[in-house]
């Protein structure tokens, strides 16, 4: 892969396309050297009808039949669905009110729901960390009439309220589990550990590490190291990872790949590189271990995020030459490093690579592309991938939408905002603080006030609660406007923040 394009000019985005009112004509006349080729023949499949050159004439039959299938498994998840009608209803109602419940359906109906569509109703507010929704549908699991404890649902619902940082409640979960007649286990003792140093309660991590040692069946492993060792570099609580490598050393426990690269990853993302390089041959240099895609990514990921461009090559090309072949997110971590750094042709060469070897985009492959566009003020290439990535059913994000509106923001481009507003009302996008602080520093540098009330009044409506960086927003642009004396009550705000983070640090 012939990533190190040489480029003329790497501080400046070269014009991808002549002016002009749509974009899409213009990439398909567009004839240069800085965008893949492969990647304009793709937008030329979306606006014509003769089949890519990409494609074999086998290809269109197995194309149809491909549609065939996916149109028959579309129908059996629409029916599927369909059937599990009846306890989604029953769950919506539960979590409105109890009493809903109890009047319109009865107490024995609601006790010989399917098994089935129960667990998946569960599981769908697992995966989405949806965790009030999923103890009141667990809660409606146990009244079942066929209902037997089981220790891995309740492994799974652990684990999801440690992920929600609801380390009381995992605890609370966990005496349940063993007053219902489980047995707890190695792999619950672990998922309550998790809960406890992912939401930093480390003295009762390491007391509840300290009973598994003295539990028979329930010694810790390297699975249990990993775990803890990943939630304290996490918030860079390196002192308390070390002591951890040390009782493992003592217990005669060795470290794997994943150890490894957890810390590869940990001092990477907190710029402590001389330690990172120390862990990294300490993983080459032991015989029972071998690097793996995710020690590349990590070590690339380290030294690109930095602007060291020409060591994240470098150690691309040693860890490739190794035997260890790159995946979509090592694209995605080289599409990120030189965008940032604005070095496009680079991430042109890269997007041609993938489409010749017909690696898929993602979804983090759309945003950082997105992201590089709007930072270089692109605004048609923008648009237009966002329209690609939606044709491509790829569903946008938080983080996506971030990226549009701080583009629009930089060309104070409030019209083009508000349609961004739009799209959300009608998706389902989960939105975060983070979003409404990029919407906040936008209209701020518009010098739109009236919106940023609006929009923070909005915010508690929608139960996002404000942070330090929103409130500042709000008062430079007011101070800006000469007008900082109607804001007063929000510098005591800020200093409130400041000194909790300070503590919290």
């Given amino acids: ?20 009112s749509s974009p899409e004509p213009l990439l398909r006349n567009r004839k240069l050297r800085n965008f893949p080729p492969s990647f304009r023949q793709r937008n030329l499949n979306l606006t014509a009808s003769s089949p890519s050159p990409f494609y074999r004439k086998s290809d269109v039959h197995e194309s149809e039949f491909s549609k065939e299938e996916n149109e028959k498994k579309r129908k059996e998840e629409v029916n599927r669905k369909i059937a599990s009608k009846k306890a989604i209803s029953v769950i919506l109602r539960r979590e409105a009110s109890m009493a809903v419940i109890e009047k319109k359906r009865g107490k024995t109906n609601s006790k010989r729901l399917l098994p089935r569509s129960v667990l998946e109703a569960l599981h769908d ?5 949806r965790w009030e929704s999923a103890l009141q549908v667990f809660e409606l699991l146990r009244e079942q009439l066929w209902y037997r404890p089981n220790t891995g649902i309740y492994i799974k619902l652990i684990v999801m309220l440690g992920k929600c940082k609801q380390p009381e409640r995992a605890h609370t979960l966990f005496q349940a589990m063993v007053d219902e007649g489980c047995v707890a286990n190695h792999e619950s003792y672990t998922a309550l550990l998790s809960a406890y140093s992912r939401s930093g309660h480390f003295d009762e991590a390491f007391s509840l590490l300290d009973v598994m040692r003295n539990t028979d069946g329930c010694q810790p492993d390297i699975y249990t190291y990993s775990i803890f060792i990943k939630s304290c570099v996490h918030i860079f609580a390196f002192d308390k990872a070390q002591r951890l490598l040390s009782d493992m050393k003592n217990e005669g426990i060795k470290p794997n790949t994943i150890t490894y690269n957890t810390l590869i990853d ?31 990514n990590a070590t690339i990921r380290a030294f690109g ?10 150690c691309y090309e040693k860890f490739q030459n190794s035997g260890i072949s790159p995946d979509i997110k090592t694209f995605n971590i080289l599409l990120d490093s030189y965008g940032k750094a604005k070095m496009y042709e680079k991430m042109s060469a890269v997007m041609e690579y993938m489409q010749k070897y017909y690696y898929s985009w993602t979804v983090v492959t759309y945003n950082v592309v997105i992201d590089a566009f709007g930072r270089a003020g692109d605004l048609q290439q923008m648009e237009y991938l966002f329209r690609l990535m939606k044709s491509d059913r790829i569903k946008p994000n938080c983080i996506t939408l971030c990226s549009i509106v701080r583009a629009y923001g930089r060309e104070e481009n409030i019209s083009k905002i508000k349609g961004v507003l739009r799209l959300i009302q009608n998706s389902d996008i989960m939105l975060d603080t983070i979003f409404f602080n990029c919407l ?66």
């Fill in 1 to 20: 892969m012939a990533v190190a394009v040489p480029s003329s000019n790497p501080s400046a985005m070269p014009s991808c396309v002549p002016s002009t």
């Fill in 125 to 129: 507010r697992i995966s989405a960390l």
């Fill in 266 to 296: 940990a001092y990477g993302k907190s710029r402590r590189f001389k330690e990172m390089e120390s862990t990294l041959l300490d993983l080459l240099s032991d015989q029972d271990c071998k690097p793996d895609v995710w020690t590349m």
């Fill in 305 to 314: 995020g930095s602007g060291q461009i020409e060591t994240m090559e470098k």
């Fill in 440 to 505: 906040m520093d936008a209209y701020a540098k518009a010098g739109c006030l009236t919106e940023m009330k609006e929009l923070l009044d909005t915010m508690n409506g929608m139960g996002y609660k404000p942070d330090k960086i929103t409130y500042t927003t709000i008062v430079k642009a007011y101070e800006k406007k000469g007008l900082g004396d109607r804001v007063k009550d929000l510098y005591g705000i800020i200093r409130k923040e400041t000194q909790v983070e300070d503590s919290a640090s």
